[in-house]
């Protein structure tokens, strides 16, 4: 399914929106996926509105439904626009918002929204981010968690007696996701492929679940050697060098004939 939405991401939406079940087809089969649990993805985003399929003679064609435009268009943006905090002002947001063990929902909702917007946790319900911008997600958070009316949203400086990197490591594992990020370096560090499509794939696929893990620290909060600056620059190169033969590829899949 997330393969499915990075093709329709990074191939269809940029091209004319439609895509034939034929090049649907090839490009799984290119990544070693059967073509019946293929048909059965393209089913399965029908379902669930995200894509329309159109009959012409034998053949479907899917359009890319509004909602997935929308989806897909955020999507991309979050994922290019990824990176290290470039200047920071030194402030920083706190969510203090103490929820009910036996509220499961609402803990839940708070949880995975704050991580997903890069907060880290000190404790039981507080919460930081280094990103004074993202104070109204969190107060957005909050309100669609429904515990808002107890909950505290501070921004402002830290003057804390302890060292700041201890509270940063305190909060975020960064030596884990440091070692997604080798991960990645090694696998990418080749630049001619076989198969430039499947590649140029597999690459925004990966690099995908890093606005999720990564909560794009400024620099001077970062570890001296950290290799996500080294990733971020392996993944613009090779998208650079991979886009347009991997595109034109894509077209002469997905052509009429």
């Known amino acids: 399914r997330g393969m499915m939405f990075t093709l329709l991401g990074e191939y269809v939406l940029p ?3 439609t895509a034939w079940t034929s ?10 996926v059967a073509e019946k649990a293929t048909r ?11 894509l329309q399929p159109r009959k012409e003679g034998r053949r479907t064609r899917w359009l890319l439904t509004p909602a997935a435009r929308g989806m897909l268009t955020a999507g991309a943006e979050r994922i290019y626009s990824f990176g290290p905090a470039r200047e920071w002002d030194g402030r920083w947001v706190v969510v203090r918002a103490r929820i009910p063990e036996s509220d499961r929902g609402a803990r839940h909702i708070v949880r995975t929204r704050l991580n997903w917007a890069g907060f880290g946790s000190l404790g039981a319900g507080l919460w930081i981010s280094p990103h004074a911008e993202r104070e109204r997600e969190a107060v957005r958070v909050l309100q669609d968690a429904g515990v808002a009316d107890g909950a505290h949203v501070f921004v402002g ?12 490591a305190e909060a975020w594992n960064l030596p884990a996701i440091d070692a997604e990020y080798e991960q990645f370096n090694a696998e990418f560090r080749a630049q001619t ?20 893990i990564d909560p794009a620290l400024p620099r ?6 950290w290799a996500g600056a ?9 998208r650079e060098q991979w886009a347009s033969d991997a595109r034109r590829e894509w077209k002469r899949l997905n052509s009429d004939i």
């Open 40 to 50: 059965q993805a393209l089913m399965r985003a029908g379902n669930a509105g995200w």
């Open 230 to 238: 080294k990733a971020a620059r392996i993944f613009a190169d090779r």
């Open 157 to 168: 400086q830290r003057t804390g007696l302890g060292d700041v990197k201890s509270m940063v």
């Open 220 to 225: 001077e909060l970062l570890p001296r050697r």
């Open 193 to 212: 492929p076989k198969d430039v499509l499947v590649r140029q794939l597999e690459l925004v696929h990966t690099w995908r679940r890093f606005p999720a």
């Open 15 to 17: 091209d004319d929106g």
């Open 23 to 32: 090049a649907v087809l090839a490009v799984f089969g290119r990544l070693g």
